[in-house]
């Protein structure tokens, strides 16, 4: 039988729940009365999902809701459980399968999963359809000549797009030390010209970057003084046990190697690097009623 292939996200999600103990894939939002701990992602995650949901309309208007990029679907059972009614979007089918298990949870639920990508998504059939369309630090992921126009056909008018995600600010590729440790995100200035070329009107834009960097700082100290030990124990076991094997994947991988070692291992990873190279978001926009 052949092994299925498991997405980044989904080996983020194991590794997640094997070493932490949390069920989603975003950051934590660390306002000022959670300690900064190992302990508290999962409060801190929640204030996050907390701050996704409050600019929601009320759940007692039917909303219909898409979640574009659901992860596990943990914010979308939270969305079912407060009565509103949600779809997801997800491309990896190891996701897929396990936000279907989680949404067994809720008896009568009509919610559609779509496995596709949203540059995929079946806009005609689902013209006007939407109160909202929610991006959970998955924005980033989809150009944005695909993602704003495909929103201005699904929203309803007056509906709303909720984008929490991390944007590159102007110091990207500056070249100074750290400036290849963080990947992903839009730039920020193309975004602003992107939107006010598109239908969409800006109405709530939160730098919460400062709220979001501590999980920068956390996941550096997990690196630095408990993978990197490990790693360095298992590499010095196969070169004196495997010395031929070492050598030859270490010269096939030796790029591979380079770039994870620079990414993760480097000391870069820190919350002020983040802050300097990544712009982190909170957008409401709307579709406005006239269109």
């Known amino acids: 039988m052949a092994t299925e292939k498991m997405d980044s996200k989904e080996l983020g999600l194991v590794l997640g729940q094997q070493i932490l103990g949390v069920d989603d894939l975003h950051y934590g939002l660390w306002e000022s009365d959670i300690e900064l ?7 801190a995650q929640q204030r996050y999902t907390e701050k996704l949901l409050s600019a929601f309309p009320p759940p007692e208007q039917s909303v219909r809701v898409l979640d574009i990029g659901c992860g596990t679907g ?6 079912l459980a407060r009565g509103y009614l949600a779809d997801g979007v997800i491309p990896a089918a190891g996701l897929s399968k396990l936000v279907q298990q989680r949404l067994q949870a809720f008896p ?9 990508t949203f ?10 359809y939407y109160d909202v369309a929610l991006f959970s630090e998955s ?3 989809i150009p944005m000549k695909d993602s704003l126009p495909l929103l201005a056909q699904i929203l ?24 290849r440790s963080f990947g992903g995100g839009h730039r920020l200035t193309n975004f602003y010209e992107a939107l006010h070329n598109s239908q969409l009107q800006l109405e709530i834009d939160q730098d919460i970057t400062k709220q979001v960097s501590p999980n920068i700082d956390l996941l550096n ?7 990197k030990p490990v790693s360095e124990t298992l590499g010095h076991y196969l070169q004196s046990n495997y010395p031929k094997s070492y050598w030859l994947a270490s010269k096939l991988l030796r790029k591979k190697l380079d770039r994870m070692q620079y990414k ?3 000391g870069y990873r820190s919350a002020e690097v983040f802050e300097r190279y990544k712009s982190y978001r909170f957008i409401v926009c709307r579709l406005p009623k006239n269109n």
């Open 37 to 43: 701990n190992y302990h508290n992602v999962t409060q």
């Open 74 to 79: 943990h914010i979308m059972s939270q969305m």
């Open 108 to 116: 009568g639920n009509t919610s559609k999963i779509f496995e596709c």
């Open 119 to 128: 540059e995929e998504f079946p806009a005609d059939a689902y013209r006007a």
């Open 139 to 141: 924005f980033q992921y």
């Open 156 to 179: 309803k008018p007056g509906g709303i797009v909720v984008i929490c995600d991390f944007f590159k600010t102007e110091h990207h590729k500056d070249g100074l030390p750290g400036d």
């Open 221 to 227: 100290d997990f690196l630095m003084h408990k993978v």
């Open 264 to 266: 993760y291992f480097s």
